[in-house]
């Protein structure tokens, strides 16, 4: 067991425990930490196809 735990929820499913979480809350709790992790993505994502559009550049003027 973890400490880090300090109880544990019975669950019946992911469909069960999404229903049961949203009940009282409304679908808010679905989106926190959103705002975050595209802050980290969009960046991430803008170098992976600039990078990804120069080695093609580059390979094709390479080999052609």
């Known amino acids: 067991s973890n400490p880090e735990y300090k109880f544990r ?4 499913g992911c469909f069960r425990s999404c229903v049961t979480f949203t009940r009282p809350k409304e679908i808010r709790p679905f989106y926190n930490g959103l705002a ?4 980290r993505t969009f960046p991430a994502t ?3 196809f600039v990078v990804y559009e120069w080695s093609k550049k580059f390979l094709h003027n390479m080999f052609d």
């Open 46 to 48: 803008g170098v992976l």
């Open 36 to 39: 975050p992790s595209l802050v």
């Open 9 to 12: 929820v019975p669950t019946k």
